[in-house]
């Protein structure tokens, strides 16, 4: 006999992360994409579960698989950079799913020492750009 259950949905990224960030990869939990603003080396690990909107969503081993992957992401971005900060961060108000922003920043960037969201006018990468700064960023995972 069959089971009827229903098989999961597949994950999607939010239409809104689609459409303001670049493919990185997709680690064991995350989808790792990159913003598409290249005043600030950030980067946004999304995971690749249906349904996730809070942290609290994810199970034991998910949140401690997320922690890990954000350090590795935070580490490789401060190695590519030579960022003086790396912020991590959630916030959620505007794109329901569950996303952690992490953020390279560095004294004299666009917004020292504000924040990043809601800063001047976007500055999209352009694709040779992001092309160069992704495969420095993929090495160093």
């Known amino acids: 006999m069959q089971d009827a259950s229903p098989s999961p949905a597949p994950f999607e990224l939010d239409p809104r992360l689609h459409a ?3 493919l990185l990869a997709d680690l064991e939990l995350c ?3 990159l913003m598409n ?4 080396p950030w980067a946004i690990l999304v995971p690749r579960r249906t349904g996730v909107v809070e942290i609290t969503d994810l199970t034991a081993e998910e949140r ?10 935070a580490g490789a971005l401060r190695e590519t950079t030579g960022a003086e900060k790396t912020n991590v961060a959630t916030l959620g108000n505007a794109v329901r799913q569950f996303h952690l922003h992490v953020v390279a920043r560095r004294e004299g960037d666009p917004n020292w020492p504000g924040p990043v969201w809601g800063f001047g006018q976007r500055e ?6 992001a092309g ?3 495969a420095r960023l993929l090495e160093r995972l």
Not at 64 to 73: G, I, M, N, Y
Not at 124 to 129: I, L, R
């Open 132 to 134: 160069t700064f992704a």
């Open 31 to 33: 989808r790792l994409v």
């Open 37 to 40: 603003d290249r005043r600030w």
């Open 124 to 129: 999209p990468w352009n694709d040779e750009e």
């Open 20 to 22: 303001d960030t670049r």
């Open 64 to 73: 401690a698989l997320l922690v890990e992957e954000a350090a590795r992401v």
